[in-house]
């Protein structure tokens, strides 16, 4: 258990793995924590170095308060980065640490080897959409949501097929602070990088999962195809949580992306 020291507050961060090459760093949805990407992390560390940590107001980081903004999040890494001397990283996040990982791209494009974007897109939902889940959220609290939260965040049979990584699921978003949760709703309510994507240079693969109802198939495909050097591909039988459902298959479209990159 490792925690970075950012002045106001701390991250909760693991770093694990080989030592060559630029590390991977993994960010994480709304309200999990790096403990969602256990499954693809033994065989991404078998050949890189591996950074997760979790996002503020989730997990063991420290929950500011007031309501987050995209640059925040992104500020975040980058003082995690300068902490751990990573100078250079390639990015991989899922759905809002993909807009993070999208956002520290354009703003320091020599610090982005590359990127990969899980279930993401330039902008998820509407300002009504998240107004909505801000005030369910302080209204009932996390614990009364999380059962209809992750239901439109996995395939169809992932309750039956995955029962025990299914309550795992549950626990960690009914856990998670409810001024972490708001305050990144609040983030994603205002963040729109269309405007953004023109300066993301580094190569970049859009995966999404085929089942995925919160950011749809369609949506990452049309987020590859504005990206100066963007791929798009999709995991079948996977929903929003492509990092939880589909693990082997993740790691192996990581890996073979990578290996693409001369340079990483």
């Given at each position: 258990?490792?925690?970075?020291?950012?002045?106001?507050?701390?991250?909760?961060?693991?770093?694990?793995?080989?030592?060559?090459?630029p590390p991977l760093v993994l960010i994480?949805?709304?309200?999990?924590?790096?403990?969602?990407?256990?499954?693809?992390?033994?065989?991404?560390?078998?050949?890189?170095?591996?950074?997760?940590?979790?996002?503020?107001?989730?997990?063991?980081?420290?929950?500011?308060?007031?309501?987050?903004?995209?640059?925040?999040?992104?500020?975040?890494?980058?003082?995690?980065?300068?902490?751990?001397?990573?100078?250079?990283?390639?990015?991989?996040?899922?759905?809002?640490?993909?807009?993070?990982?999208?956002?520290?791209?354009?703003?320091?494009?020599?610090?982005?080897?590359?990127?990969?974007?899980?279930?993401?897109?330039?902008?998820?939902?509407?300002?009504?959409?998240?107004?909505?889940?801000?005030?369910?959220?302080?209204?009932?609290?996390?614990?009364?949501?999380?059962?209809?939260?992750?239901?439109?965040?996995?395939?169809?049979?992932?309750?039956?097929?995955?029962?025990?990584?299914?309550?795992?699921?549950?626990?960690?978003?009914?856990?998670?602070?409810?001024?972490?949760?708001?305050?990144?709703?609040?983030?994603?309510r205002d963040a729109d990088l269309n405007?953004?994507?023109?300066?993301?240079?580094?190569?970049?693969?859009?995966?999404?999962?085929?089942?995925?109802?919160?950011?749809?198939?369609?949506?990452?495909?049309?987020?590859?195809?504005?990206?100066?050097?963007?791929?798009?591909?999709?995991?079948?039988?996977?929903?929003?949580?492509?990092?939880?459902?589909?693990?082997?298959?993740?790691?192996?479209?990581?890996?073979?992306?990578?290996?693409?990159l001369a340079h990483v």
């Amino acid at each position: 258990m490792r925690f970075a020291d950012l002045g106001d507050r701390v991250l909760h961060y693991a770093l694990e793995g080989a030592e060559t090459g630029p590390p991977l760093v993994l960010i994480h949805s709304l309200g999990y924590d790096l403990r969602s990407w256990d499954g693809v992390v033994p065989t991404l560390a078998a050949r890189y170095a591996v950074l997760r940590y979790d996002l503020r107001g989730h997990g063991l980081s420290e929950a500011p308060p007031g309501l987050y903004t995209m640059r925040d999040h992104t500020a975040d890494l980058e003082l995690l980065l300068q902490e751990l001397d990573l100078p250079k990283a390639v990015v991989c996040g899922i759905s809002i640490g993909g807009m993070v990982a999208m956002d520290f791209a354009a703003q320091h494009p020599g610090a982005a080897a590359a990127l990969i974007l899980l279930d993401t897109g330039a902008r998820i939902g509407t300002a009504e959409v998240w107004e909505e889940r801000i005030e369910a959220v302080r209204t009932r609290g996390m614990e009364a949501l999380a059962p209809s939260l992750l239901e439109r965040q996995v395939s169809q049979d992932f309750r039956t097929r995955e029962p025990a990584l299914y309550r795992g699921c549950l626990q960690m978003l009914a856990r998670t602070p409810v001024a972490g949760y708001v305050g990144s709703c609040a983030a994603l309510r205002d963040a729109d990088l269309n405007a953004r994507l023109e300066a993301i240079r580094c190569p970049t693969l859009v995966l999404h999962g085929s089942e995925d109802v919160v950011t749809p198939v369609d949506q990452g495909r049309a987020l590859a195809e504005r990206l100066a050097d963007g791929r798009f591909d999709t995991i079948e039988g996977a929903g929003h949580l492509l990092c939880v459902e589909r693990p082997e298959a993740l790691s192996h479209a990581i890996l073979s992306f990578l290996r693409e990159l001369a340079h990483v």
